[in-house]
Nanobody, 126 residues
């Protein structure tokens, strides 16, 4: 069973930086960050697959960097040049090696189905 625990959210001024971390337990080939702003649907922000390939939403390309420390099974999101539109709850997500897991809210983003979710960490940019 995969468990994901985020940390590192908080407040920042526009133009500033924050780094999010996600400690994972269990085998999850793909990992990603999603976010949900008030009144909006959850959206994929950045993903990384088992080969280390990365993908980004157009809105964060060039500003955010996703990375993973495989030895520690920890996912990171480095967020630079933050904008007020980046405000929201950020969720770490992981895929199941067998595909979308029944009984979960699986969400597709850039080649992977994400079935496991962290509790979320708030990011506020003003």
């Amino acid at each position: 069973h995969v468990q994901l625990v985020e940390s590192g959210g908080g407040s920042a001024q526009a133009g500033g930086s924050l780094r999010l971390s996600c400690a994972a337990s269990g085998d999850t080939p793909c990992m990603a960050w999603f976010r949900q702003a008030p009144g909006k649907e959850r959206e994929g922000v950045a993903g990384i697959d088992s080969d280390g390939g990365t993908s980004y939403a157009d809105s964060v390309k060039g500003r955010f960097t996703i990375s993973k420390d495989n030895a520690k099974n920890t996912l990171f999101l480095h967020m630079n040049r933050l904008e007020t539109e980046d405000t929201g709850m950020y969720y770490c997500a992981g895929s199941d090696k067998l595909g979308p897991r029944k009984g979960t809210i699986a969400t597709y983003f850039r080649g992977c189905w994400y079935s496991y979710w962290g509790q979320g960490t708030q990011v506020t940019v003003s």
